[in-house]
Structures are given as C-alpha cells and as structure tokens.
DNA sequence: GATGGCAACAGACCATCGGTCTGTAGACTG
DNA sequence: CAGTCTACAGACCGATGGTCTGTTGCCATC
C-alpha cells in the first residue's frame, strides 16, 4: 500500500511503474501474454486503466519494459551459472564438446526457471514490438543492444572457439528458436487435446528443455564445423 | 461472379469456400496476417460476416487451410527444383558440402518466392492454431504429419546422409526459424524507424533470404557434425 | 490559513474486433 | 402452387485497446 494518493514526485510516480511491472509479472505467471488485458491489469493494481496508459504509453510498453528487465536478470543469472564450475581446480582442461553441452545445458536451463522470460520472449517479435512509439521503439533496442553486447561476452568466456561473429549468430538463432520452441511446448487447448488423442500425432509434441537442449547443441555444433 | 444466389449444393458450397480463400489470400498479399480481419474478409468476398462463418468456423480456420494448401504446394515446389539439377549428369558426384549448399539455397529460394507462405508459417503456433476446435485441429494436423513425411522423403533425396531422424529435426527447426526470420524481417514501422535511425542498432536488422540460408547451413552442418 | 492552479486520476466513451442470433427470402419438393 | 428447408443478411453481443472530459487531491502562493 501506498502512502500517498496521486503521485507527484518523480519517486512516487516510479512506486507507480513498479507496481504496474509487478502486478503484470504476477499475471503473467497465470495466463499467457494474449490475455493479459489492460482492464484486467489495472482492476488488479487499483487504477484506472486511463491512469496505468498515464504512466505506460500501452499496454505494449508495459510487457517491452518487463521483458528487457528480465532479459538483465537473465544475462547475470547465465554468467554466474556458467562461472561457478569454472572456480573449481582442473576445469580449465574441458574439451570443446564438454563446454558445448555445459553452455547448451546452461543456456536451457537458467531459460527453463524462468517461464515468463521465455513468454515474453516468444511474444516480443510478433506482438510486443507493434503498437509502440519509435520512442520506445529505440529505448527498447538500445537496451536490447547493450545486453547482447554483455551476452556476447559471456558466452565467449566458455565457448571462445566461436568468435564474436559466431556468438552473436548464435545468440540470434538461440533467441528465435527459444521463443519458438516455448510457443509449440505451450499449444492452444485443442493442439493439446489432439496430442493426447491421437499418437501418431503426439510425436510432433515438444517439451521445451529437452527440445530446445537438442537444438541449441546442434547450432552450436553447426557453428564450431564452418569455422574449420 | 457465380451463377447462383443460394449455394444449395456440395458444388456450390465448394465454390463458395474457393471464393473466401482466394480472397483471403489477395488480402494477405497486401496486409500482414493479423490485420487480415473477418469484417475486410467478408466485405471483400461479398458475403455477410455471418456467412463467411457459415462456411469455415472461424477466421483462423480459413487461415489455417490456406497455410495447408500453401504447404503442399511448396513441398512440391521443392521437389521439382530439388530434383531438376539431378537430372543433369554428372551432379552425382556432388560433395556433401556442395549438397547442403544447394539444399539450403533451394529451400530458401522457393520460400522467398512464397511471402504469404512465410507469413503464415511464422503465424501458425502463436495465432492461428489458438480458438480453434479439436475438429479442425485434428485435420489440420492430420494434413500437416502427411506433408512432413513428405517432406522428410524429398529431404533425404538430396542429403541422405542426414538419416530419417536427422532430415525431421531439420524440418522442425527449419520451419521454426523460417517463422522467426520472416517476423523479425518484417518488423512493425516503429522498428523500422528506429532501424534507419541509429545505424548502431540497424545491426539487428535481418533479411530474410540471406540470413535464413546462413542459419539453415549452420544447422544442417551441426546436424551432420552430430552424426560422426 | 484561505485560495488558485495544476496534474493525477476515474469513468464515460469510442471504434473495432470475432462471433452469435433472429428473421427473411430464395430455391427445391410434394 | 404450397410448404419446407436453409443460405443468407443484419442487428446484436461482450470484450478489447485506447481517448476524452471532467473532478479532486495536493502544493504553492498570498
């Protein structure tokens, strides 16, 4: 609860945002992007949806922030994960296969606890980037820039065999086929009731880690052989 | 102009659902899928909206034989370019690296040729398979386990070394990032923008044939990397 | 401490969407 | 020619994202 009615300072107007951020993040982990409702979100934060579209130029730029917060989060979370074995003593003399699956493996599964990056992610082409000002249109991609660039950086600390050219070809490739592939691993009620009814069917069902795990280990194998 | 006021007949039925989907596609030539709404559609056509629906159950229903259609056509498509330099004479010994060129670059190329077959790949999972029935889903998917297989056959009638299993995980990731590139290659004006903007960022940009075919290489070499 | 102005805010409003419902009218059947 | 069946049109529905108008709480000035 907030201490003050109608926010006037630049703080208050901040506690607003977040709570807006907050309360779309907590919808989100109960219902996909496509139905979280403007009217619905600000029935929840206690504000007129007039007022949240005051603080938010729509509901578009409210899902934009929250995915490139979360794209941070995630970032830092792949370096720490991917850092830690390397802390430890004879690591250093893995070979390239060793540190394809463990960044592949890394990679899937920092992504796997993190179901709303992975939404938002699939949504972010298709969806969250229409209906916006260039303005947030060029806040977005200078950010999106600027952790690709730190992304970057943190995959050649395991996998340098890739150059910089190779790991920005991966992490574009990898970014795709995630969205993708969380898109076909959380189907439409009737695909699911399809699946479960025919299986001859089922087989073209995919479960997200294990699928994209496969995919990514591919890519980056695909990657290490052009550049012999 | 059809000869006849009321379809009374199965003839006459199928003359009207040939209408709505050809109609739909011109519309689809000229706007993306999601502005492609039931009011134009029906407008165009010359029916009332609750006509349309007469014959197809929903907007996404229409969509999704249009984009089953298109699938048998490419496929087919595919075959005939895929099989036209085999007939020549001496390709037979063509290398491994030379096939996964030509596969890839014929792939590409019959996709480039096909806009609205790309825009409604990349539409599928996200859009187009959502307020569906099972109904339509099962036939829908029934339709699209046929196409794979043959799919699958033509595939390895150039790459044979990819194995069965190998030519379906292709399939599987091409036709996911034959979706993502196409969105990402058609970004909202806002994007754009922001791209012919700031020459920093127009580094995201992607187009779709180059890099479609850059990506589609890395995956076969990885594929058949994996294979050894 | 009263008062004026300003911006945060709520709620009515708008066009549009996909889809349903009801009544009409056109064509075949007896 | 009468009757029925149904293809069809148009009014209608709830919901959406977003705008507009007016009010009210808060702070500065007097």
Redesign the interface.
């Known amino acids: 609860m907030t201490s003050f009615q109608r926010a006037r300072s630049e703080e208050q107007r901040a506690v607003r945002r977040e709570a807006i951020l907050e309360t779309a993040a907590a919808m989100l982990a109960e219902m996909p992007v496509?139905e979280l409702s403007l009217n619905e979100l600000s029935r929840r934060v206690g504000l007129a949806k007039s007022n949240v579209l005051n603080y938010f130029e729509s509901r578009e730029a409210v899902l934009l922030e929250l995915l490139d917060t979360q794209m941070r989060d995630w970032t830092r979370q792949l370096e720490d994960a991917l850092a830690v074995p390397a802390a430890g003593d004879s690591v250093a003399g893995e070979s390239i296969d060793e540190r394809v699956d463990r960044l592949a493996g890394t990679v899937v599964a920092t992504l796997a606890s993190r179901p709303m990056f992975c939404a938002l992610v699939?949504?972010q082409?298709?969806?969250l980037?229409?209906?916006?000002?260039?303005d947030?249109?060029?806040r977005f991609?200078?950010a999106?820039?600027a952790d690709?660039r730190d992304l970057v950086r943190v995959l050649l600390g395991t996998l340098p065999e890739l150059g910089e050219a190779g790991a920005e070809?991966f992490i574009?490739?990898a970014s795709?086929?995630t969205?993708?592939?969380w898109?076909?691993a959380n189907?439409?009620p009737?695909?699911l009731?399809?699946y479960d009814?025919?299986p001859?069917?089922a087989?073209?069902r995919?479960e997200f880690a294990a699928?994209l795990q496969?995919?990514l280990?591919?890519?980056?194998?695909?990657?290490?052989?052009?550049r012999a």
């Open positions: 496509a699939s949504a082409a298709s969806v980037e229409h209906n916006i000002s260039t947030v249109a060029l991609k200078r999106a820039v690709f070809r574009a490739a795709m086929l969205g993708a592939i898109t076909h189907p439409a009737a695909i009731a399809v009814q025919d001859e069917l087989a073209l995919m699928d496969e995919v280990e591919i890519h980056l194998r695909g990657l290490l052989a052009g």
